[in-house]
């Protein structure tokens, strides 16, 4: 099972940038597809930014024109950098990946709070 861990979370004040995480157990090139989702108490799941196949990348409406997701093949990492936060981006965030052969692995997430 790929493992994940997740970091660069915490608090960030309106408006301001955030640049989250995560690292995979092995070469990102295994996956179909690695990014992040969010997820609210009480909330379904949403996606906030997502590469498929090593090609486009899907954003979620919410985050769509203020974050950009990039890799780093050689650190195993994805990377996902926020910006103009809003309040409501306060929220649990979660690294996700999924493989060619079926199903997928997260990380344990992290907390992002936009406040002042």
């Known amino acids: 099972q790929v493992h994940l861990v997740e970091s660069g979370g915490g608090l960030v004040q309106p408006g301001g940038s955030l640049r989250v995480s995560c690292v995979a157990s092995e070469n990102i090139f295994n996956f179909y597809s690695l990014g992040w989702y969010r997820q609210a108490p009480g909330k379904q799941r949403e996606l906030v930014a997502l590469?498929?196949?090593?090609?486009?990348t899907n954003y979620g409406d919410s985050v769509k024109g203020r974050s950009t997701l990039t890799t780093n093949s050689a650190k195993n990492t994805v990377n996902l950098q926020m910006n103009s936060r809003k309040p409501e981006s306060t929220t649990f965030y979660c690294c996700d990946i999924s493989v060619y052969s079926g199903g997928g692995s997260w990380g344990q997430g992290i907390q992002v709070t936009v406040s002042s």
């Open positions: 590469i498929i196949n090593g090609g486009n």
